[in-house]
C-alpha cells in the first residue's frame, strides 16, 4: 500500500534496490519466526505456553530471531522513506 501511495503523495520514488533489500529480509525474518512454530505444533507443543522443554530451546530462540529481524525489516523500511525523501528521488 505504501509502496504504492508514496511516489504519488510526496512527488518522491522509493529507491527499488532498497525496497528489494528489505522484501528479501521482510521474508527471511517472517519465516524464521513462524516457520518453526510450525515445527513446534507438529511436535505436540500445546499453544501459549511460557515455558518449553530443554529441547526446544533452540527453535524458541530461532523464533525470537526472526521477530527481531522482523521488527529491523520495520525499521529499514521507515529509514527507505526516509531516504526517498531527503535524497528526493524523482
Do not use: D
Not at 530443554?54 to 529481524?69: E, K, M, T, V
Amino acid at each position: 500500500f505504501s509502496i504504492w501511495w508514496w511516489p504519488v503523495i510526496t512527488g518522491v520514488s522509493l529507491n527499488k534496490y532498497l525496497l528489494q533489500c528489505h522484501c528479501v529480509v521482510s521474508n527471511v525474518g517472517f519465516n524464521l519466526c513462524f516457520f518453526p512454530m510450525h515445527y513446534f505444533g507438529v511436535c505436540g507443543l500445546p499453544r501459549r505456553v511460557c515455558v518449553y522443554e530443554s529441547g526446544y530451546a533452540w527453535i524458541n530462540i530461532l523464533c525470537s530471531i526472526g521477530s527481531f529481524i522482523s521488527a529491523f525489516s520495520g525499521c529499514f523500511f521507515v529509514f527507505i522513506l526516509w531516504e526517498s525523501l531527503v535524497n528526493n528521488n524523482v
